[in-house]
């Protein structure tokens, strides 16, 4: 354990090295977020409601999703996929250290410093801005909120290694994650809570992981969802988990018999 | 003169070409992700504007308009300058020295140096877009179309000098993919009209970090509420961006050290 835990501690003495490319990286996020406050500030009047959110509970799910999405969205493990066709595998094949464990370990790291700066850069919006925000009081609210958080991040994580393991096979490991990137922008409800699309697509949507990194989180946090729902989405969540663990498995183990170490 | 840049930009465009194509898998998985991009946007958009009726006063096709216009705007710097988005290696490695030993300009080199021919496709899919939206907005004039094409071209002006300072900035500093980015990202919130922010961001995005005038003028300028004082603006807002990036590209140039040759 002591090991994943300097790993991790690397990781944030690793991002303090590169200051100004992270504070860029923040100042990206940062924009991303006020273009979408903005937007849903001016399309909600004060006292009005849409699509049954009213201006409060609408820029909370906003700021919600940009507190949530440091926690699960900030990750280093698209490194795996550099790993594998470079050939970088083979280093860590021989070591005493399991490889998921470690990208697991460095993906805490970035998790941690993104919700610091997070966590800074909320109040200062915060204060600048004063937002109408909706604080949520239920504690059982709050904790299954962090559940289905901590849910999101594995599902997540999963999902980084499923795409990295396409270097197997193929030198093209950005191309999907980029296409990976532009689907999770919006069918997690970073940029618009899910249940303002039309209900089918949305159903559709409920059944698919995507769903579980962010938008299930917050609107959890919110209290729009009664009891029955916050199970069901918990559920779900932990089946997509055994099923994405179930596919790494396979998928890993076949993509390491045919791995060939190019590039070493 | 300008034959010779021609002929030389048309060389690496088809170098540049190959090597997209090199490997097709990679290229149409880029491309439909752009394309899938453009076609949720627009979803998100259809699907709060058949409810609200309106964004910040524009209805449906002209809020589709301002989004295909700033996709045109975002893709066409993306197709000609994609060389900046490669610069930082060639400070690093101090390949930058082969730009400048060459009876070329240097300059032209780092932002022309082979097209990105696959966002051509999504140039012609923003055109489309351009056409549809604007055949259902009524009272479009001659005269707007013109003024929108001029300020299609001031807005190249400007989205030029910024990647000049971009790459005067990567020089000094090696840092070129952040700032791009950043400025990528400041132009996304030209996705929507610009009335939609409140100050002081919205007089920052307009008249600091030009987006508005890159962006939301054209729109206007089309739609025939832009001012001709913000026309002229426009130009000066240009011109004088591009006189500031290329003192600031000669400063960079003289600060070069070739340090990785």
């Not at chain 1, 995507?210 to 959890?220: G, Q, R």
Request: proline share 4%; charged share 10%.
């Amino acid at each position: 354990m002591k090991k994943y835990i300097l790993v991790a501690r690397n990781m944030t003495i690793e991002i303090f090295t590169y200051r100004l490319n992270f504070a860029m990286w923040r100042a990206r996020v940062v924009l991303n977020l006020l273009t979408t406050y903005f937007l849903w500030s001016s399309l909600i009047p004060s006292g009005r409601q849409f699509f049954g959110y009213s201006s409060s509970m609408m820029l909370t799910y906003i700021l919600g999703s940009y507190f949530v999405s440091s926690f699960v969205l900030s990750t280093r493990s698209f490194g795996m996929g550099q790993d594998i066709i470079q050939g970088d595998l083979s280093n860590f094949l021989i070591r005493p250290l399991n490889y998921f464990g470690y990208w697991f370990a460095k993906d805490i790291g970035d998790k941690l410093m993104n919700i610091i700066f997070t966590i800074c850069e909320f109040t200062i919006i915060v204060l600048i801005l004063k937002p109408p925000f909706f604080l949520q009081q239920d504690p059982s609210l709050i904790f299954f909120s962090i559940t289905a958080i901590f849910f999101g991040i594995l599902i997540y994580f999963l999902f980084n290694i499923l795409l990295a393991s396409i270097g197997f096979w193929s030198q093209e490991v950005w191309a999907p994650r980029f296409i990976f990137a532009v689907l999770i922008n919006f069918l997690a409800g970073n940029l618009f809570p899910l249940d303002i699309l039309p209900k089918p697509i949305f159903v559709v949507f409920q059944a698919l992981p995507f769903s579980y990194l962010i938008y299930f989180p917050v609107k959890v946090y919110l209290g729009k969802l009664g009891q029955q729902s916050i199970l069901l989405g918990l559920s779900i969540s932990i089946t997509w988990i055994f099923i994405l663990l179930f596919l790494v498995n396979f998928v890993w183990r076949k993509g390491l018999r045919d791995y060939a170490a190019y590039g070493k | 003169m300008a034959n010779k840049y021609f002929k030389v930009w048309w060389l690496l465009t088809i170098k540049s070409a190959q090597t997209a194509f090199e490997s097709r898998f990679g290229s149409i998985i880029f491309f439909l992700g752009k394309i899938i991009r453009i076609v949720l946007m627009l979803v998100f958009i259809i699907v709060v504007v058949s409810k609200t009726k309106q964004i910040a006063g524009y209805n449906i096709w002209q809020v589709i308009f301002f989004y295909a216009t700033f996709n045109l705007i975002d893709t066409i710097p993306q197709l000609l300058m994609r060389e900046v988005y490669r610069f930082r290696s060639y400070v690093i490695t101090g390949d930058f020295d082969y730009f400048l030993i060459k009876p070329l300009s240097p300059l032209f080199r780092v932002m022309f140096g082979g097209a990105d021919v696959l966002d051509s496709f999504v140039i012609l899919i923003a055109i489309g877009l351009l056409i549809f939206s604007s055949s259902n907005i009524p009272g479009i004039t001659a005269t707007g179309v013109l003024l929108y094409i001029l300020l299609i071209l001031n807005t190249m002006l400007i989205a030029g000098a910024i990647h000049i300072a971009i790459s005067a900035l990567g020089i000094i500093t090696t840092e070129v993919d952040s700032a791009l980015w950043i400025y990528r990202d400041l132009t996304s919130m030209g996705r929507f009209p610009v009335e939609i922010y409140r100050d002081p961001v919205s007089f920052f995005i307009t008249y600091v970090v030009p987006v508005g005038i890159m962006i939301s003028f054209p729109a206007k300028a089309i739609l025939g509420i832009l001012s001709t004082t913000s026309f002229i603006a426009a130009f000066l807002v240009g011109g004088v961006l591009l006189v500031l990036s290329l003192y600031f590209w000669r400063y960079a140039l003289s600060q070069y050290s070739s340090a990785s040759s």
